[in-house]
Every structure is written in C-alpha cells, then in structure tokens.
C-alpha cells in the first residue's frame, strides 16, 4: 500500500501547504484550509488504472444486478427492490428518529440468510442487546463497538460478512489523519475507504450518517457521490409515523417513498399509506382538498388544508407545512390575476396533513381550490380528488402518470376526480367520474358549480 503523507488543501484555490494555517499562503483567504491525504507513490489502484485496456460499450455484457431483500417491504421499495451486492448505503435522519432501530431489524432479517456484522461507534454492546430484546429479535447477530477504521478493517476481514452496519460514519476515525473523528477530513477519508472496502469484497455496507440543524447531512458534500443510495429518515418524533425517501439511487428510483409505523415492537411497514393520510373526518370542512401526488413510483393520496383569517398586520403571514412557502405566494398572485380571487388582506395557512412532504407541483390545484374553500367557506366535495400544475399564465399543465394516479383514487372510493385535460384518460375509470379543465378560470367555475 502507497505511503501517504498529510497535507493541508485550501477549499477555495486548492492550495496545499504541510501546516495548518489561519490564512492560506496563495490565496490569502482565512480559515479555508482542510486536512487532506496526499500519496507519495502510485497505489495499486493507479498502476492497475494505467494498465487498463479501452473496451466497447457495445462489447460489455450487460447482466441485472440481483438483489437481497431485508424483509420490510417498504425497507425493499426504496432501496430499489433490495440491497445490492458492493453497494454502499448511506441513512440519514434527526436524532432519535429510528434509524438504528431500522437496520437493527434488517440485520436480524438479513442474518437467518447471510453473514452480517453490526458495528456501533454510539452506543455499548449492552444498550444494543436491551435494544434487541425490547424489539423481540431472536436473531443472534454479530456485534463489534469499535470506532477505529483499522480495526473494522481487520474484523471485516476475519468475519467476511455479506452485509455490515457502520452506525454512524461520523464516529469512524482513521489513524492516518490526526484530526478528530467527525472532522471534514476523517468523513471523507473513511468513507471512501470503506466505500473501496465494498467495492473490492462485493459486500453490502450501510453507513448512518448524522444531520445538521438544516436537516442535511453533516460532514462534506463528496460523502453522498461516494455512495450509491443516500436515504432520509423524516417524520416528527412526536409522532408514530417514519417516512423514507431516496434522494439519490444507481440502483432504483430516486424519491422513492417508504411509510412506517414506530410501534413498541419497533418499525412496522405501511401498506397503504394513502389511507394513512386520508384518515379525517366524514363530515365536509371548507379549506380541505385531496390531491394525488406521486412519490416515486408510487401514488399516494394527501389532504392539503387551508385556513384564510383576517390579518390586522400590514405583511399577512404565508405559512406552509410540507410545502414549498414560495410556490405558495406563486399561486395567491395567479389567483388574483387569473381567478380574481384577492387575499391580500388574509393570513394563508396550508398544511400537507400527516407529516408528508411534496415537492411535486401536481400539488397546484389542489392549493388553489383548499385556499378558495377556505375563503368562501364552501366545502369542497369529500369523494373529489384532484392534481394538475398551474403556470403563471393560469394554465392547468399536465404531469406525469395520471392514468395511475386516477385509478389510486378510484381504489380508495373517490368517485370525482379533476385533473388537467391532457390527463384525461382513454378510456372509462369503473366508479369514477374526470372532469378536464385547461385553465384556473375553469376550475374555478367547476367548483363552483359543485
């Protein structure tokens, strides 16, 4: 293995010196230098990388990679159908959010099959056993509480596991670098080579990665394009839902959605999560529409809640909860100019019911029409679903998928739905009636008609 010596890598000009300064030397900028590993000689990996060959694209054998699932199906789902061999998984979520409790439960799953290891930098080998037994896990799962990356490396190598667990990558430290664990530098330089580690072994490893307050994950950005998938837990902690998302997948679908339930026992999957969401009352309340938004490859029905309020501030409050605040101020300006549907003198509050988040804009019209309920303090049909982007100039433009997100409705017994005309189906959906607009003024008078 090449010798490697430490140096100092400004961020800004990329600069090295061999001592940590204030100040970097070429630049002049401060506090910009980080520590680094620079080899003195090729490594293996260089000298193979030389002698490579060029190939054909159309000359390689394209072969499916196969998968080993977990055994929580909504665990399957947003990895992309399983974990795959030499793929590296990085989980990250706020404290206490479950993310140990969900691999610990995979492991025990994964380990009646193959080989797995459970390595702990946070907790004791006693927190994890009484951690084991309060979930119910009879499976016998091997345990290492060891934050040094020289002896992980060693006890990977005597164990040969086909799946391993790093909980978390931010306690790892390398005794290469002299910075403390957690450091830019130490983040980096672990996961790299632990991400080589899977590469060349063909194992499986799933890294826990801690958040900041901003909610994104701590330590350099490098740290999520090592990795293959990049997973975040959400969900408030005061609630018993967890919802899992793919931000980034070479394996499967990106902002894949999986739904959870905390219960004593520990993460249990939820099936049909729309219903989840759709738990509300029977009785029709004006400001409450239901939208079929796409999570992934997945359907899933929300109720989006609007509340209007006479302000007394000359700046009314615009506040969103599982939306996006700006896209909000987009639509009230469309409803004025394109609805004449004025709410400069309202307080506008819309809610994503049920800790979801939705990034999508098929969520428009269904904003727009909870917002006008709300203000006229008409209900809005309980058996309408409804989901279309609105344009600046008041268009209803189509999105993606609508034929399956009609029939998610049709399953859960919404006999109306409303959606962009372009989305308009072929043929008949049994038990549903869709009705077509083209522009906010007509669904606006399609509401208004209800």
């Known amino acids: 293995?090449?010798?490697?010596?430490?140096?100092?890598?400004?961020?800004?000009?990329?600069?090295?010196?061999?001592?940590?300064?204030?100040?970097?030397?070429?630049?002049?900028?401060?506090?910009?230098l980080a520590e680094s590993l620079q080899e003195t000689k090729p490594s293996r990996f260089q000298a193979l990388a030389a002698s490579g060959q060029v190939v054909r694209l159309s000359a390689v054998q394209a072969v499916d990679t196969p998968r080993m699932a977990t055994g929580m199906p909504e665990f399957d789902r947003v990895l992309g159908?399983?974990?795959?061999?030499?793929?590296?998984?990085?989980?990250?979520?706020?404290?206490?959010?479950?993310?140990?409790?969900?691999?610990?439960?995979?492991?025990?799953?994964?380990?009646?099959?193959?080989?797995?290891?459970?390595v702990?930098?946070?907790?004791?080998?006693?927190?994890?056993?009484?951690?084991?037994?309060r979930l119910g896990?009879?499976?016998?799962?091997?345990?290492l509480t060891e934050i040094r990356l020289e002896s992980i490396f060693a006890t990977l190598k005597v164990e040969q596991p086909q799946v391993a667990v790093i909980d978390s990558i931010q306690t790892v430290y390398t005794e290469q670098l002299q910075s403390a664990p957690g450091?830019?530098?130490?983040?980096?330089?672990?996961?790299?080579?632990?991400?080589?580690?899977?590469?060349?072994?063909?194992?499986t490893i799933l890294l826990v990665g801690h958040v900041t307050k901003e909610g994104t994950l701590a330590g350099p950005r490098v740290l999520e394009h090592i990795v293959d998938t990049v997973l975040y837990f959400e969900g408030d902690t005061g609630s018993s839902f967890r919802l899992i998302r793919a931000f980034k997948n070479r394996y499967g679908a990106v902002n894949e959605l999986g739904v959870f339930a905390m219960t004593d026992k520990g993460l249990k999957g939820v099936n049909n999560p729309s219903a989840l969401f759709l738990n509300r009352d029977e009785r029709e309340a004006p400001g409450s529409c239901v939208v079929v938004a796409l999570e992934g490859t997945r359907p899933l029905l929300v109720e989006i809640?609007?509340?209007?309020?006479?302000?007394?501030?000359?700046?009314?409050?615009?506040?969103?909860?599982?939306?996006d605040g700006n896209r909000l101020a987009m639509l009230l300006a469309v409803l004025h100019r394109h609805g004449g549907i004025a709410v400069h003198d309202q307080d506008v509050f819309v809610n994503a019911v049920g800790g979801v988040k939705i990034t999508e804009p098929?969520?428009?019209?269904?904003?727009?029409?909870?917002?006008?309920?709300?203000?006229r303090n008409k209900p809005i049909p309980h058996k309408l679903a409804v989901f279309g982007e609105i344009g600046l100039a008041g268009e209803i433009r189509p999105v993606q998928r609508g034929q399956e997100r009609l029939k998610e409705a049709a399953k859960l017994g919404f006999t109306q739905a409303l959606c962009p005309k372009a989305n308009l189906p072929r043929g008949?959906?049994?038990?549903?009636?869709?009705?077509?607009?083209?522009?906010?003024?007509?669904?606006?008078?399609?509401?208004?008609?209800?």
């Not at 140096?7 to 900028?29: D, E, M, N, R």
């Not at 003024?441 to 399609?446: C, G, V």
């Open 81 to 118: 159908g399983g974990l795959v061999g030499g793929g590296v998984v990085l989980i990250g979520g706020d404290p206490g959010i479950g993310k140990s409790t969900l691999l610990l439960q995979a492991l025990a799953e994964i380990s009646t099959r193959v080989k797995t290891l459970y």
């Open 120 to 133: 702990s930098g946070e907790e004791s080998a006693a927190q994890i056993a009484l951690r084991s037994r």
């Open 183 to 203: 450091s830019v530098a130490q983040v980096r330089e672990c996961a790299q080579e632990l991400t080589r580690h899977a590469k060349q072994a063909g194992i």
């Open 305 to 323: 809640q609007a509340l209007l309020d006479s302000t007394h501030s000359p700046s009314p409050r615009r506040l969103t909860v599982g939306l």
């Open 362 to 375: 098929a969520v428009d019209l269904a904003v727009a029409l909870a917002v006008v309920s709300s203000l």
């Open 428 to 450: 008949k959906i049994a038990g549903m009636e869709v009705k077509g607009v083209a522009s906010l003024a007509e669904a606006l008078e399609y509401f208004r008609g209800l």
């Open 137 to 143: 896990l009879s499976a016998d799962i091997p345990l």
């Open 1 to 32: 293995m090449a010798k490697s010596t430490t140096t100092y890598v400004c961020s800004q000009c990329g600069g090295q010196t061999s001592k940590w300064q204030g100040q970097c030397p070429h630049c002049l900028a401060w506090n910009t």
